[in-house]
């Protein structure tokens, strides 16, 4: 069973940085790419990043790029993402994801399948 678990939302003010963790277990990084997704208050949750960790391709969508970093521990089964620059519309519920993945026939990025329970960021203006 794939089990993700979030780690290191808080509070930070506009301008300044945070690193989420989310521990994967029972999928392999060989066979699968994990990402992030989140959900603001009112509105429909939406894509953040994806690292197809063994393939090593990232994907960003346009509201993060160029201010949120994603990056694997291969040896820790654990994917960061490193957040700067923030902004109070990033406030939101940070969900990890995961979905199998095969560079010759997956979809890119892909689905998520897998979802963690969520952290909460919150960024003060």
């Known amino acids: 069973e794939v089990q993700l678990v979030e780690s290191g939302g808080g509070l930070v003010r506009a301008g300044g940085s945070l690193r989420l963790s989310c521990a994967v277990s029972?999928?392999?990084?060989?066979?699968?790419?994990v990402g992030w997704f989140r959900q603001a208050p009112g509105k429909e949750r939406e894509g953040v990043s994806w690292d197809s960790v063994d393939g090593g391709t990232t994907y960003y969508f346009d509201s993060v790029k160029g201010r949120f970093t994603i990056s694997s521990d291969d040896a820790k089964n654990v994917v960061y993402l490193q957040m700067n620059s923030l902004e109070p519309e990033d406030t939101a519920i940070y969900f990890c994801?995961?979905?199998?993945?095969?560079?010759?026939?997956?979809?890119?990025?892909?689905?998520?399948?897998?979802w963690g329970q969520g952290t909460q960021v919150t960024v003060s203006s």
């Open positions: 994801v995961a979905a199998g993945y095969d560079p010759e026939y997956s979809d890119w990025p892909p689905h998520p399948i897998y």
């Open positions: 029972g999928a392999s990084f060989d066979d699968f790419a």
